[in-house]
């Protein structure tokens, strides 16, 4: 079978029904593929750093002094890393396409919820042929990234509240240590920082299959969407986010 493509924005010519026209679909702006890359590395190097701050030496012992110190000014940095980009992603959250603002994460309609069923039955491999085709994110998908992002929040509130503590009487500690006892105190804040970074392996684990098997199975161009910023997809194939 033919298959020919069409530049975007270009007209698309009519072919014999043996061949296949693709027309380009931009799906993610810069800012937006660069934050998803920037994320996912300060993510990797906040959970091993943080290991190894939770319990130093847990791989044996190292040579060389100050390495607990060298440890939390990776971890630090790492952190601002992702809230710069927690921010880009905010901002974009209200300026950029229709696959990337607000309404596209959240299951905010009927529908939505009608087709989150059908495709936790598609990723069951029951009765794949119903399930609804997207462009951006479908309904599982717009759930397990919100539910990151809540993740991800909780972990940089509770990180800068330990991380107030280191003095007591700076501008930190007096603008958020009030959410300390409000959150149970100290061992509680220490608890859900120490408890939440499992999230994250379990995420990436799903995230990286899901996307492989979308991309090996039905041939979405998932993961190339997220470095070229979209995917060609079939003329006339019906989408619901199109």
Known sequence: MRARFAAPGA???RLPSSATTYRWVQ????????????AALAIVVLFWTGLYLGRPYFMGAVSGSFVVQYARLIHFIAAGALVATAVVRFYWLFVGDKYERWRALLPVQKKDWKNLWMMIRFYLFIHPEQAPKYLGHNPLQQLSYTLTYVVTAAMALTG????????????MMWSIGWMIPILGGNQIVRLVHHILPWYYPMFVIMHIYLATRNDSLERTGTISSIVSGGRFIPVGEHHVDD
């Open 160 to 171: 800068f509240l330990l991380y107030a503590q280191s003095n007591p009487s700076g501008r």
């Open 11 to 13: 007209a698309v010519a």
């Open 27 to 38: 799906l993610w702006h810069w800012p937006l593929r660069m934050m998803h890359w920037v």
